[in-house]
């Protein structure tokens, strides 16, 4: 910690040549510049996992991202590879609402009143016990990319569905499939029944549990409106994890990948207001000078979590492997990985 930036980029280049392809490193899109740059790989949560399957000739995979990710890339990974995280306190604040105990409270207390069947989905931001839960009891992992997709295969099993952790992906998607708010309701973990009559329950089509991400509550509507009103206006362009006003009221909601993948391809000269973490957006500054593009607020949209993965604890877990004690190596329990896997493989085989 106590090296220059300058001196923890040259030992980190020079340890990663040595490495070759025994390493391979992966890098979220919402990484601070200083770490992505040394990533193989970029992209999303899944869209690495999936990578880090196919690149089975590394023997360490480096997920310069946040702890679900790293267990989605442990789940996925060859029998021989070990998955490493830089720093194990780099959390998803989202993926920690929603816990085993409280779901499966959840759970029997459904069966109880008779609310049934459900099928439950978990968003891949979730911990590996969330998913192993999910698969236990017949149901699925979705992304922010495939929600819809997974929603109506739900629909094709059962009436009702239980989504897990986070209310606005699951509400979003919801509503952009003409699901009325009175048939959506939100589970609070705290409550019993989670706050609602037997009836409400029966009656609604949506259960959803109450978590949320900081970072996309940050984006309100009178952003959206800001932007609206200059002139010419921006093209509004927010992640599905903001809340329901935001995403109506933007001209375009997508995953991270949508977004990356819709500014590449616009036109020169346009201007863009995006809601998502704020590396992400600068990042797109960056690439595409010849458009504009700003975050939809200037205040506060970083990931902090994200955050910790820096140029001293990349190094460390490099020059780790490279002295044969690797460090902060992710292994998530064969009797979660098992039940998870089926939620994974069922994502897989119908999106
Ligand atoms: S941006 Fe939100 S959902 Fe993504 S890792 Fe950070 S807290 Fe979790």
């Given amino acids: 910690m106590r090296l220059s ?29 200083s770490v992505i740059r040394f990533a193989d790989f970029r992209g999303d949560s899944l869209k690495l996992a999936q990578l880090a ?3 089975s000739d590394a023997a360490f995979i480096v997920f310069c ?7 989605s890339a442990d789940m996925l990974r060859a029998p021989h590879q070990k998955v490493i995280l830089p720093d194990l306190t780099a959390g998803c604040p989202m993926a920690d609402m929603a816990d085993l105990p409280r779901a499966e409270r959840c759970w029997a207390e459904l069966n109880r009143a008779a609310v049934w069947p459900v099928i439950p989905i978990t968003y891949i931001n979730s911990s590996a016990r969330i998913k192993a839960f999910t698969g236990r009891h017949g149901g699925i992992v979705c992304t922010s990319s495939n929600a819809r997709a997974i929603l109506e295969w739900a629909f094709r099993q059962a009436p009702r569905i239980l989504f897990l952790p986070d209310q606005h992906l699951g509400r979003n998607t919801a509503r952009a499939m003409g699901i009325p708010p009175e048939e959506i309701l939100v589970w609070d973990p705290d409550q019993p029944q989670g706050g609602h009559s037997t009836e409400a329950l029966r009656r609604a089509r949506v259960l959803l549990w109450k978590g949320h991400c900081y970072v996309h509550q940050m984006f309100k509507i009178s952003h959206v409106r800001h932007f609206q009103n200059q002139d ?8 599905p994890e903001c809340a329901a006003d935001v995403v109506q009221a933007a001209d375009m909601a997508g995953s991270t990948g949508f977004i990356v993948e819709t500014i590449r391809q616009s036109a020169p000269g346009s201007r863009w207001a995006i809601g998502t973490e704020i590396h992400l957006v600068e990042r797109l500054a960056r690439e595409y000078p010849d458009r504009t593009i700003v975050p939809l607020t200037r205040f506060g949209a970083v990931c902090a979590t994200m955050s910790r993965i820096d140029p001293p604890h990349l190094l460390w877990v490099l020059e780790a492997i490279a002295a044969g004690s690797p460090v902060n190596v992710i292994r998530v329990p064969e009797e979660d990985a098992r039940d998870a896997r089926l939620a994974l493989q069922r994502m897989l085989d119908h999106s």
């Fill in 232 to 239: 010419p206006p921006y093209t509004i362009l927010v992640h």
């Fill in 65 to 71: 991202g946040v702890h679900f990710m790293a267990e």
């Fill in 53 to 55: 399957v196919s690149r």
């Fill in 5 to 33: 930036e300058e001196e923890s980029t040259d030992r980190i280049a020079r340890v990663r040549r040595d490495l070759r392809d025994r390493v391979v490193i992966l890098g979220h899109h919402y990484q601070r510049e």
